[in-house]
């Protein structure tokens, strides 16, 4: 038996009326009202899955919010982390890493097995990933990665999207798919996410992307809020400590004006309703 609750449209025009109409229609961040229901729900533990991602046999069967992990952990002094870059695959680069130290990427690590209790797990995707849209243009590459290079996590920033991926709820409570940002929606999400300390394990592949077909050079001018601004908020965010305050006031610094507004509203509504 599958129990599943679909939210149709007038259903989130009556529930959700004023978070409907500050996202809009027809964008990826309406996810963000399912967000909304599963808190409202009591959910423990959320999956947020793009619709051209195919579940494997072992989809959902291993997961490790709020379990004590033992992980590859890479230790680095520097300001972001590839974790795409240290599996089979070591040409590629995850989508929203920023470019400017694409030279730099992974060059200074320290490996070692630790344990850590993670808040999110974000894993892999065989088939065409979720690297780069420059990457993307060059290599066209069809992915199968290797499962001994899981699970991992690091000290630092690193990329995560919301295509396979899962929140514990204190997470979710402080995560959006931020809209009107292009394709640093979900990913400048989860570096809101790792600047509060909240942390992220990356775990073996569990679904196959059969990618929609997408125009990949306007991937590419989406991403160009990522490629020019996503090194300054980080190297802004990596003064924080963990406090939510001041990552939402650098964030605002980057943010456009319609996208202040619906980050402010719709983190002060799970505040205030969710708590």
Same mark, same amino acid.
């Given at each position: ?26 964008? &990826?961040?309406?996810?963000n ?10 959910s ?39 974790? &795409? ?31 850590? &209790? ?22 066209k ?11 991992l ?5 690193s990329?995560?999207n ?29 570096y ?56 939402? !006031? ?21 505040? !205030?309703?969710?708590?």
């Open positions: 038996n599958v129990n599943v609750k679909y939210l149709t449209p007038e259903y989130q025009e009556e529930h959700f009326k004023e978070m409907s109409d500050l996202i809009g229609w027809n964008t &990826i961040s309406r996810r009202i399912g967000f909304l229901e599963a808190l409202k729900n009591n423990e533990i959320i999956a947020s899955v793009d619709d051209d991602n195919i579940p494997l046999d072992n989809w959902g069967k291993n997961i490790m919010i709020g379990k004590s992990v033992d992980v590859y952990y890479y230790e680095t002094d520097e300001l972001a982390f590839d974790p &795409i870059g240290v599996t089979n695959y070591p040409n590629l680069w995850h989508r929203g890493f920023p470019i400017q130290i694409l030279n730099n990427r992974n060059n200074k690590y320290k490996i070692t097995k630790k344990t850590i &209790i993670p808040d999110i797990q974000a894993d892999f995707w065989n088939g065409d990933p979720d690297i780069d849209a420059v990457c993307r243009l060059e290599h590459p069809m992915c199968f990665f290797d499962d001994k290079f899981f699970p996590s690091t000290n630092t920033f990329p995560f919301s295509q396979n991926t899962f929140f514990s709820a204190e997470a979710l409570k402080k995560y959006m798919a931020i809209p009107f940002i292009g394709r640093m929606d979900d990913i400048w999400g989860g809101y996410l790792e600047s509060l300390g909240f942390k992220v394990v990356y775990n073996k592949a569990t679904v196959f992307q059969d990618r929609n077909v997408q125009n990949l050079t306007k991937n590419m001018t989406m991403e160009y809020i990522g490629y020019e601004k996503t090194l300054d908020l980080l190297k802004k965010l990596r003064l924080n400590n963990n406090c939510d305050g001041y990552s939402f !006031n650098v964030f605002s610094e980057f943010l456009p004006d319609n996208t202040k507004t619906t980050m402010k509203y719709y983190l002060e509504y799970i505040e !205030n309703n969710y708590s």
